[in-house]
């Protein structure tokens, strides 16, 4: 990907989207090296509010292009640092309530978004729910403000994948989601789908469709709203093809089939794998105009991983092997690249797991226990002061289970 400069580091603040960035690491070198200038300036001027409001803007940057590289503890770790930076000069340099709020709001939303990317789901809704408060707090809600509430209820109404299977087995009713829900939709309405904010509007409209879409009981209504949001995101690329947001959005409704629940028939698995597909296309869209992406990655991954299931269920073994062995080789440019991230080392040896399986099935016994040992060696390499997360825990029960007598 080519080297950004500084000209290309946008700090406007009404540039929301996520994906709007060429998420390139010289980028966020650039940015990283501009944080310690914005200090000692906020410093040596402490009556100077734009100096501290562009360096939580350009610390909301950097937070974005970090997760974007998965490089999430990083970009907590900014987040929390822009935090605590508006909350020591931001009133001592005299910045404005409405603009000190309205940052506390972008914040604490972005800090929700990567906590839940981290699964740590208490502290995701904590700082969806900061947000909510610090938009009490504002004297004058204008369509910035209001984008951003909408945003925070959004984002608790529709919680990642991990924590609705753990509601679900908890036998929670999503009676306070939908009550999120039916609010931002109330806020989104009163939105236009114009100017930089567009993007974004449009990919929280669709999101609350999906989320509705997942809490209906009744087949038809399910499929209704599915394919309002779905809708939604045709018509925003008709006009923007280029929005990333909404093709990124596009990519992730089509490819979030729970394999598990909604898939019991022959047809049914027909139609999942051509979503699946229809999926991976619109990913190669936008892996050719990003091909180094890592969030790109992870999706393609996720999908090859549920059609080689599809796969294996109508006993397609080599089908599902080829999936596997083109989702491993990606999953292995993400580990190499950070060696760090236990998501990116949990999810390997996840599919490495799968893999076993598959050959095993084939009547490949050397293949199989090599697959075994190889998501062990991945479980084993995950440093001690990690080994607590949640996601490792679960992954090694997984793995153990596989590879115990």
């Not at 900014?78 to 909350?87: A, F, K, M, N």
């Not at 209001?146 to 908890?170: K, N, T, W, Y």
């Not at 080599?318 to 949990?346: G, W, Y």
Request: some cysteine.
């Amino acid at each position: 990907m080519p080297a950004s400069s500084i000209s290309d580091v946008s700090l406007d603040e009404s540039a929301a989207s996520t994906y709007s960035l060429n998420p390139s690491p010289h980028t966020a070198q650039v940015l990283q090296s501009i944080q310690p200038l914005y200090e000692r300036l906020s410093q040596q001027s402490p009556t100077r509010p734009d100096i501290v409001a562009q360096m939580i803007r350009a610390t909301i940057r950097l937070a974005l292009i970090q997760r974007q590289l998965g490089q999430t503890s990083d970009a907590i770790e900014s987040l929390e640092h822009g935090i605590d930076v508006l909350r020591r000069r931001g009133e001592t340099a005299g910045l404005a309530n409405d603009e000190s709020q309205l940052l506390m709001m972008r914040l604490q939303n972005e800090l929700g978004d990567v906590y839940a990317v981290e699964l740590r789901f208490d502290e995701s809704e904590q700082a969806f729910e900061t947000a909510l408060s610090a938009a009490s707090d504002l004297g004058v809600t204008d369509s910035e403000a209001v984008l951003q509430l909408a945003r925070a209820h959004v984002g608790l109404g529709d919680p990642p994948p991990q924590r609705r299977r753990i509601e679900s087995q908890e036998n929670k009713l999503p009676r306070e989601r939908r009550l999120h829900l039916r609010t931002a939709v109330e806020l989104l309405d009163t939105l236009h789908e114009t100017g930089n904010s567009a993007s974004l509007v449009t990919t929280l409209r669709a999101r609350v469709r999906l989320a509705q879409s997942r809490i209906e009981k009744r087949p038809a209504a399910k499929r209704a709203r599915f394919n309002d949001a779905i809708e939604i995101l045709r018509q925003r690329l008709d006009v923007a093809p280029s929005d990333i947001a909404a093709r990124y959005t596009l990519v992730e409704a089509l490819a979030a089939v729970n394999l598990r629940r909604e898939v019991q028939t022959k047809l049914q698995r027909s139609e999942a794998a051509a979503r699946l597909r229809e999926a991976l296309a619109e990913l190669q869209t936008l892996k050719q105009q990003f091909p180094d992406t890592p969030i790109f990655g992870v999706s393609e991954v996720h999908i090859r991983h549920k059609l080689s299931n599809l796969a294996k269920t109508e006993q397609e073994y080599d089908e599902a092997n080829q999936q596997l062995q083109k989702a491993i080789a990606i999953q292995s440019t993400l580990v190499n690249a950070t060696p760090e991230n236990i998501s990116h080392r949990c999810w390997r040896a996840l599919l490495y797991r799968s893999l076993a399986e598959v050959c095993d099935l084939q009547g490949n016994q050397d293949a199989a226990d090599e697959a075994v040992a190889n998501a062990v060696a991945d479980i084993e390499t995950i440093a001690p002061a990690d080994s607590d997360h949640p996601f490792v825990v679960q992954t090694r029960q997984i793995i153990e289970a596989l590879s115990s007598p």
